[in-house]
């Protein structure tokens, strides 16, 4: 397995987001202004299995919907024009015909894919796949805003 581009230091450094709520691991490959392509790796231990369901384990879409999001924040805040300034960050905005076709279960990793669809100084809208060994799991559009924490 090939080094990854931003590792789950590095990813984390750049989200503001903690446990339990980090969603992306590590980083495999990103072009500022354009793509990127990120890892989670999903776990039996992760705090919302119990509830979700107690007799069949299966990984929440908002959860899901949180990975591509923070996908997205780590993309936007490499983009080297317009990235996240210190104080700042992207906010969820609008999710638009997100679809879930497969669930997603412990032991599975899920390969986020986002890309840019439109970007400005102070929103961007992305389209985003998800996959679980090349199977699509969910797909949607994303929009964000820049805040200032």
Not at 47 to 74: D, K, N, R, S, Y
Not at 111 to 136: C, N, R, S, W, Y
Request: with cysteine; hydrophobic share 45%; net charge neutral.
């Amino acid at each position: 397995m090939a080094k990854p581009f931003l590792n789950f230091e590095e990813v984390r450094a750049l989200l503001k987001q903690r446990y339990p709520m980090l969603m992306v691991d590590t980083v495999a490959a990103l072009e500022p202004g354009k793509s990127i392509q990120a890892v989670k790796n999903v776990t039996g231990n992760e705090m919302q299995f119990p509830g979700h369901f107690p007799e069949h384990a299966i990984m929440p879409g908002t959860l899901i919907v949180e990975a591509l999001g923070q996908a997205a924040c780590i993309l936007f805040s490499k983009t080297t024009e317009t990235g996240a300034r210190p104080g700042e960050f992207l906010v969820l905005g609008s999710i638009n015909d997100m679809r879930f076709y497969v669930p997603v279960v412990p032991g599975d990793r899920m390969d986020i894919h986002v890309q840019f669809a439109k970007l400005l100084p102070d929103m961007a809208l992305a389209e985003g796949t998800v996959t679980v060994d090349g199977t699509v799991v969910a797909r949607g559009k994303l929009g964000f805003a820049r805040r200032k924490v």
